[in-house]
């Protein structure tokens, strides 16, 4: 994932918001640390913010080139329908007993010690003017032409119409504290200790977002992924292995060292296959990004959103429409379906981001609008009828209402982005983590019911201690003590895994 878009109405908060979240930290940085190393003497990122290191000669005052984007529109011819996924896999043999050693020498070289990750070196001090480069950017002009056949037609669900429904507050639980958090290992990219840069050709990554797939199983998917090729300072290009996202697996189940990724999807050996493709055509639908997912019974359920194009401005961005996939082979492949959509009209669509999360005779979905800066919305679904997008409810005003989509009640004041939600059967709260861009701070609150009411805002991370960060993903085995969750960093583009030590209320 890379940027954002609008909460409805909002089109000048969300330019202010989106430059709040973009602003530099202004805490006092940590003292300089070397970059971390893994066991194989390869150099990983630290996503803290920290003194420059002092034996550095000091950064320029200027970079030594500004480029200045010209918009090029060009006439870019789109087949429709979109072609068929393509749907190889390959069986992961397994990992070699010593992790240093590469499992796949004719796919990748293994590296030199130091020779990727950490932080970019200084270019020196001299003060020169930088040269100005115009440097035409291609704006494509969509056109859609007749294509092959697409993949066959799905039949629609008998539409379902639900009756107004009771869905009334319940009074606020007490105050969770936070006690300390930190960070506790870099899960992905180059210096990590699961090494999936020469595992799965995943250098640069984000999101990592979870569910249990079975018991004593989770999976964890990824958002825009890259490969060789890909450098140090966010997301990379099509030239770079670019994957619209990555699906792992495991069974790690002591987090207070780390996360083990014991697997992932491949399409060829040691190569993490695509498993919603995308068009990559910007102003058509440049990716398609996860957002939850969750299984019932043997299949599994994945919501995305299918990306328009990122805007200039930091932290926005368009989408054509928010739905839902299933697989019914453990997540090795997976099915768009063509009916459980949420279209974003006009860009005010109110569930173009969602948190899917089962409980009892109920799907319930949290959503957003494109982008980092909509308020939260709250949906429910009988389970049987989950691909059926007429048959959901959306909470308005203390009811359940059919067909109110863009009328759902926020559930809390201010704007949300990357939700992640559980339920923690030990307390018997519903847990939501989600990033507060206008605070700049990834933040906690909790619920008896999934209406609310909700707490107050946590904090958990600050972008002045993590001048980068975004998401916030919780792990399923989190207890009511031990909060894990995943954190990204736009710079070095990659997934952490954080722990948070809760103080239940007294």
């Known amino acids: 994932m890379r940027a954002s878009a609008v909460s409805p109405g909002s089109a000048a908060l969300g330019v202010l918001l989106a430059a709040v979240l973009a602003a530099p930290a202004h805490a006092a940085p940590l003292p300089w640390a070397p970059p971390p190393v893994n066991i194989c003497g390869e150099v990983g990122f630290d996503p803290l913010n920290r003194l420059p290191d002092p034996a550095a000669p000091p950064a320029p005052p200027l970079p030594p080139r500004i480029d200045i984007p010209i918009p090029v529109p060009l006439p870019t011819p789109v087949p429709v329908p979109d072609p068929p996924h393509d749907n190889t896999r390959v069986a992961q043999t397994p990992l070699p007993m010593d992790p240093c050693r590469n499992p796949c020498p004719e796919v990748r070289d293994t590296p ?33 032409v007749p294509g092959g056949e697409g993949d066959p037609p799905q039949d629609a669900p008998e539409p379902v119409v639900r009756p107004i429904e009771p869905g009334p507050v319940r009074a606020p639980v007490a105050q969770t504290g936070v006690e300390f958090v930190r960070l506790v290992e870099q899960v992905t990219g180059p210096g990590s200790a699961n090494r999936t840069d020469m595992r799965w050709q995943v250098d640069g990554t984000d999101l990592g977002l979870f569910w249990e797939t079975e018991p004593g199983k989770v999976a964890m998917v990824f958002g825009d992924t890259f490969g060789e090729g890909w450098v140090y300072g966010g997301a990379g290009a099509d030239t770079a292995d670019w994957r619209s996202n990555a699906l792992a697996f495991s069974t790690d189940t002591d987090l207070s060292d780390g996360l083990t990724i014991d697997s992932m999807v491949q399409d060829s050996p040691c190569h993490a296959a695509e498993l919603l493709g995308s068009r990559k055509i910007k102003n058509w639908e440049t990716t398609t990004i996860p957002t939850s997912g969750f299984a019932l019974g043997e299949r599994q359920f994945m919501s995305y959103m299918s990306v328009n194009h990122w ?23 997976w099915t768009k379906d063509q009916h459980a959509k949420w279209e974003n009209m006009f860009g005010l669509g109110r569930f173009q981001v969602a948190a899917m999360v089962p409980r009892g005779d109920y799907v319930y979905m949290f959503g957003t609008p494109n982008g980092r800066v909509g308020m939260i919305g709250l949906a429910r679904v009988h389970k049987k009828d989950v691909l059926n997008k ?14 109110a989509e863009n009328s759902a009640t926020p559930l809390v004041l201010g704007t949300a982005s990357e939700l992640s939600v559980r339920f923690d059967t030990e307390t018997g709260q519903w847990q939501m983590v989600y990033l507060d861009a206008a605070a700049g701070q990834i933040v906690l609150r909790t619920a008896a019911e999934p209406q609310g009411a909700w707490t107050s805002a946590v904090p958990l991370v600050s972008t002045e201690d993590y ?39 007294a």
């Open 112 to 144: 030199e010690p130091d020779s990727e990750g950490g932080e970019p070196m200084s270019t020196g001090s001299a003060a020169m003017l930088p040269r100005i480069q115009i440097r035409p950017e291609i704006e494509p002009i969509p056109i859609p």
């Open 311 to 333: 805007s200039r401005i930091p932290g926005m961005w368009l989408t054509n429409y928010g739905g839902l996939a299933y697989s019914d082979d453990g997540g090795q492949t």
């Open 467 to 505: 001048p980068r960060a975004y998401g916030g993903f919780i792990h399923p085995w989190s207890t009511a003590r031990d909060l894990y969750f995943t954190m990204s960093a736009w710079d070095s583009y990659n997934v952490y895994l954080m722990h948070a030590r809760l103080r239940p209320p």
């Open 390 to 403: 007429t048959a959901y409810q959306y909470w308005v005003d203390g009811s359940w209402a059919p067909a």
